[in-house]
């Protein structure tokens, strides 16, 4: 391994952390409570569904970085996979209210990890049907 090499997965690494955790804040101010604090406050639930969509948006940017030789397009390749989830996890969730009068994101704050785990799944199964079309 050169040290050209070692740059590149430093570089690599570090962008992608960073657009991990600005995918994260993102998804934390569209969720009615505050995750962080929830988490410090032992919520085991909400950490489980944050666990399962940072697993979930990682996936999706390892599936991207394995098929890219640019990092932006990898980068570019998470964004719009972010977007496509985030926009699924609305639809999906808004129709287990309708029809099953489910509330994930409710039943999630209150602690219910049931709650939480359907969540979750969403995106992990969302990033593996998204990374198998990259």
């Given amino acids: 391994m050169t ?3 070692i740059l590149g997965m430093l570089v690599w690494t570090g962008a992608g952390g960073i657009l991990l955790f600005v995918l994260m804040w993102i998804d934390s101010l569209f969720t009615k409570y505050k995750d962080i604090t929830e988490i410090k406050n032992g919520n085991i639930a909400v950490t489980t569904r944050f666990v ?3 697993f979930a948006q990682g996936y999706i940017l390892s599936q991207s970085i394995i098929t890219s030789n640019l990092l932006w397009t990898a980068l ?3 964004v719009i996979s972010f977007i496509i989830l985030f926009l699924l996890e609305r639809i999906v969730e808004w129709l287990l209210k309708q029809v099953a009068g489910l509330d ?3 039943g999630t704050q209150e602690g219910k990890v049931a709650h939480a785990m359907m969540a979750g799944s969403f995106h992990l199964v969302g990033a593996l049907i998204l990374a198998a079309c990259l």
């Fill in 76 to 78: 570019l390749v998470s």
């Fill in 52 to 54: 399962m969509k940072l």
């Fill in 104 to 106: 994930l994101e409710k």
């Fill in 3 to 5: 040290w050209n090499e």
